[in-house]
């Protein structure tokens, strides 16, 4: 078997596919357009792609699942402010003196996201 989607509901699929596709650089699906019901985030193959679905409850909890990124291009602590400046917010920081550690970030919707030091920062 191969994982073909991740999805996540939420309330407006389009602008919360909007906010991702411009946190990760890949593109929402040519057939979507704003009001639909249904996005899809396309990700790069051999990534499962990313499909947003409109439902009418809001989220209660913390998610059981989230995305921890690492940055390919930008330090850990650019690629934060990078997403905070997209619409995403400050949760938790776990940045250590060191330089180790991660940061929690929320999308618009409030589902909870990590981003992790990038390999170069790792290596260098």
Not at 12 to 33: H, M
Not at 34 to 56: H, K, N, R, Y
């Amino acid at each position: 078997m191969r994982l073909r989607h991740i999805t996540i509901d939420c309330a407006n699929a389009y602008e919360l596919a909007r906010f991702w596709s411009e946190v990760t650089g890949w593109p929402i699906s040519d057939v979507d357009e704003p009001g639909d019901s249904e996005v899809l985030l396309e990700a790069p193959d051999p990534v499962p792609g990313v499909l947003f679905i409109q439902v009418p409850e809001p989220k209660a909890v913390k998610n059981r699942v989230h995305f921890d990124w690492m940055p390919t291009e930008r330090t850990r602590d650019e690629e934060v402010e990078r997403a905070i400046g997209l619409g995403a917010r400050l949760y938790e920081d776990h940045r250590v003196p060191d330089g180790r550690g991660w940061v929690t970030l929320l999308d618009p919707e409030g589902n909870e996201f990590c981003v992790e030091r990038g390999q170069s920062e790792r290596t260098g």
